[in-house]
């Protein structure tokens, strides 16, 4: 998905726009805000997604502002997410995440559950304490990481 339809932006926001969409759309969707169970676990994804578009957008995944393979990595990454949840093939959702340049947190944990479901443990742990490494408050990160080790 687009990172400017995730903060529900048009394409050509500035940069002060994308800051309010985001500090909006954080203070709806943290979240402590809600009680443990599905409501908290969906508003966790969401708030993923909202950080991540913002970072995207203002260049602090690695990418250049402006120059389109920033959302492109992140189209592509949204991509690959849905095709692990779907239980693609392992290979497929591999080569899409091989298109990707921004390698974050996500990517890291994404082709540790690949390299997981392709049966090569040592990869995935590598992949997780990738990901672990980038964003070490990730309970999901932790949890897959401790699982192969």
């Known amino acids: 998905m687009d990172p400017y339809q995730v903060l529900g932006l048009p394409n050509n926001a500035s940069s002060e726009e994308i800051r309010h969409a985001y500090i909006r759309q954080a203070k709806l969707y943290h979240p402590d805000r809600f009680p443990e169970g599905p409501a908290r676990e969906q508003a966790t994804e969401r708030f993923k997604a909202i950080t991540m578009a913002y970072e995207t957008l203002t260049g602090k995944r690695?990418?250049?502002?402006?120059?389109?393979?920033a959302a492109a990595d992140f189209a592509k990454l949204s991509q690959a997410k849905k095709a692990l949840q779907t239980n693609a093939s392992p290979t497929a959702v591999a080569q899409l995440l091989d298109r990707i340049s921004t390698r974050?947190?996500?990517?890291?944990?994404?082709?540790?559950?690949?390299?997981?479901?392709?049966?090569?443990?040592?990869?995935?742990c590598r992949c997780f304490e990738n990901a672990l490494r980038m964003e070490p408050s990730n309970k999901e990160y932790r949890a897959a990481y401790d699982m192969v080790r």
């Open 62 to 69: 690695g990418g250049n502002q402006g120059d389109g393979t």
């Open 104 to 124: 974050n947190g996500d990517w890291y944990y994404m082709y540790g559950v690949v390299n997981l479901r392709l049966s090569k443990r040592y990869e995935a």
